[in-house]
């Protein structure tokens, strides 16, 4: 999945135009006589807004991830390569009882996928070129399986879900924090005025930013699912293998834009500031390689029938 980068990035401008109106629209809902704040309206308010942001960079979410990753779409296959790929995914969408999503392939030199889609039944599910090139059918087949496994779990649902809970209480807090700037630094009593709302905007975006390292963590825990999936789908060795594959290739310039990277199997090696985990949407490969290792399943999976869901 999902899963990430892109839809926050959508969030957060849906939000901050959500905000603008809020604090433009919202002002005689929230505010009292002597510019208090009406804390249980604006709550209201806020979550509505939070809400409708975080869903409508859902609904957009397959649309941007095509346009943003230059994905083609296979239509009809003309290769046999295509016509592999595209039977593999009906193959593994069927096991894991969902409809059979889009397929298509993106420019890129380093090995990667993606899924997303505003619901398991209407998904993009993509792998790039590089990937196609390097990596053994079975690998291709494992990270597929991750991928199928993502939508399969609805991540991308309940990834919405918490960012218009996490969105809400951005909007909050940072109207309270725009009315404390308002009315205590610049002792204003008659009313919202100018530094509230560039308080509440500038609020915004910096809790915003911050509030995302929950949404991170949310997808650091998916992966470990959409791994097993892929494990349960494809076979363990083959999913541990394809993990080691990208894990060889962390040295390769991604080329990958960087606000798909949390729908990716892989987001690419990050060096530098030590805070930048907390914002990382994936988990250290040699870590999910070791709670593969650990998964009491086969490592191959039999001919006829299928693990999906088996504990």
Known sequence: MFR???????????????????????????????????????????????????????????????RTTGTQIIETPRSAEERWLVETVAELSQKAGIK????GIFPSFQSNAFATGWNKNAALVAVSSGLLDRMSR???????????????NGDMVTLSLIQGVVNTFVMFFSRIIGNFVDRVVFKNEDGPGIAYFVTSIIADIVLGILASTIVMWFSRRREFRADEAGARLAGKQSMINALRRLQAEHEVPDQMPAEMTALAITEGKKEGFSLAKFFASHPAIETRIAALEALQIPNEVPAHGSLWGQR
Do not use: Y
Not at 33 to 62: A, E, T
Not at 100 to 103: K, Q, T
Not at 140 to 151: D, P, S
């Open 138 to 152: 079975d690998e291709v087949r494992a990270v597929l399986g991750h991928e199928i496994g993502h939508v399969a």
């Open 4 to 66: 990430i980068f892109l839809f926050l990035l959508t969030n957060l401008a849906i939000v901050l135009v959500a905000g603008i109106v809020l604090s433009v629209l919202g002002v005689g809902a929230t505010h009292t006589v002597g510019n208090g704040l009406n804390l249980s309206n604006l709550l209201v308010m806020c979550f509505v807004f939070g809400m409708v942001g975080s869903f409508i960079s859902l609904l957009m979410s397959k649309w941007m991830a095509k």
């Open 100 to 103: 059979m999503p889009e397929v």
